[in-house]
């Protein structure tokens, strides 16, 4: 049962636009929703969070929006720049466990 | 700098062998996990520890062991019974307490020969 949920394992755009990563949830019962970025044969690197009592949360070129009702949680990247290319893993954290749990991840190339 | 070490980056074993990967952290976190990535996947926890002497089961335990004697380390033990232990493996540790990411060591890549 995988209750985190990306199904757009590729995604390409042009230097300068937005980059919309998506992922969906199956269960309501978690708290604390993360986005990582991975290189080929590096660890994920931690880029931005979300707690379930917002719907937003920026950092710089990165948002994360989460929509409760839909159970639907996006990255927005503006502008996408080339070193933006990578895996991007969306997680989720359920209430009370410190386990996380990880989507397949979508593979974004940015084009100059 | 702090950060989580991860040894070796890349290990061989040959069938029936176990091999233990080594995970170091100096963040002064009190709770550590091992993943394991294959091609098209996301992560999956092997094992995780949220403090010295204790650790729990993730969603993948079986042919696995791991120990955690000091808060900084978090050995992990493939053994021979794991049957498909071509993999990526990473180890990451989190403070423990409250909505905090955790942070990864750069994985080792085991290959059986």
């Known amino acids: 049962d995988q209750q985190v949920k990306q199904n757009s394992p590729s995604l390409s755009v042009q230097e300068g636009r937005i980059s919309i990563l998506n992922c969906d949830y199956t269960?309501?019962?978690?708290?604390?929703f993360l986005w990582y970025k991975k290189y080929p044969a590096e660890g994920p690197t931690f880029l931005i969070s979300?707690?379930?009592?917002?719907d937003k949360n920026e950092d710089g070129r990165f948002t994360v929006f989460l929509n409760k009702s839909a159970k639907h949680l996006s990255l927005h990247i503006v502008p996408s720049q080339p070193g933006d290319s990578a895996v991007y893993f969306c997680?989720?954290?359920?209430?009370?466990?410190?386990?996380?749990?990880f989507g397949k991840g979508t593979k974004l190339t940015v084009n100059p | 700098d702090g950060g989580i070490t991860q040894s070796p980056k890349y290990l061989f074993r040959k069938e029936g062998q176990n091999v233990t990967l080594s995970c170091e952290q100096n963040?002064?976190?009190?709770?550590m996990y091992w993943y394991r990535q294959d091609p098209g996947q996301g992560l999956r926890l092997i094992y995780y520890s949220q403090i010295v002497n204790d650790f729990q089961k993730g969603d993948i335990a079986e042919g696995y062991s791991v120990s955690r004697e000091k808060k900084e380390s978090f050995p992990l033990t493939v053994t021979s019974a794991q049957k498909n232990p071509t993999a990526f493996y990473l180890c990451?540790?989190?403070?423990?307490?409250?909505?905090?990411?955790?942070?990864f060591g750069d994985g080792t890549r085991l290959s059986i020969l």
């Open positions: 269960n309501s019962m978690f708290d604390y």
């Open positions: 979300i707690s379930s009592i917002k």
């Open positions: 997680a989720r954290r359920g209430s009370g466990s410190e386990k996380l749990v």
């Open positions: 963040l002064n976190h009190d709770a």
């Open positions: 990451a540790s989190t403070i423990g307490a409250g909505n905090q990411p955790q942070h």
